[in-house]
């Protein structure tokens, strides 16, 4: 377990791609939404990187591109709600001012740790009905 920056930019080689990648050092957030080359959308420190990393990715599992690299085919509203809605130890060090302001990205945080809330409930009432049943197994002799 280490910690470290989980980190998120576009690439304007690259349209339509996110690159998902960690780094111990926090990358520079210089320049505009327009200019040429990577461009950071987002970063968060985590206390356990390698975690932070394994939840983002398996949130955009279905649009890997490239492992190795890091590229996902999805947008950097839903790259960043996949990273910042985990519910591991993380501090949001920069995110875009454009996708702070959208309406949507907290919306699709929210979606996110509902759908994190309601795994969770169903895998308590597996856990209970399966203690139950050993219960119930025990007091009955079967």
Do not use: K
Not at 26 to 36: D, E, F, T
Not at 51 to 60: D, F, K, P, T, V
Not at 72 to 101: G, K, Q, W
């Amino acid at each position: 377990m280490y910690g470290g920056y989980l980190v998120i930019e576009s690439h304007s080689a690259h349209p339509g791609l996110v690159r998902i990648f960690e780094t111990s050092t926090l990358p520079s957030a210089s320049g505009s939404a327009h200019r040429r080359g990577p461009r950071l959308l987002f970063a968060a420190r985590f206390e356990d990187l390698s975690a932070g990393h394994m939840h983002a990715h398996a949130a955009l599992r279905r649009q890997l591109l490239d492992l190795d690299e890091g590229w996902y085919r999805t947008d950097p509203i839903r790259a960043v709600a996949a990273a910042d809605a985990s519910e591991l130890s993380h501090r949001r060090v920069f995110i875009d001012p454009e996708l702070a302001d959208n309406p949507r990205l907290c919306a699709e945080i929210a979606a996110r740790r509902s759908r994190h809330r309601l795994g969770d409930r169903i895998w308590h009432a597996v856990g209970i009905l399966a203690l139950a049943l050993l219960l119930l197994r025990l007091l009955l002799g079967l």
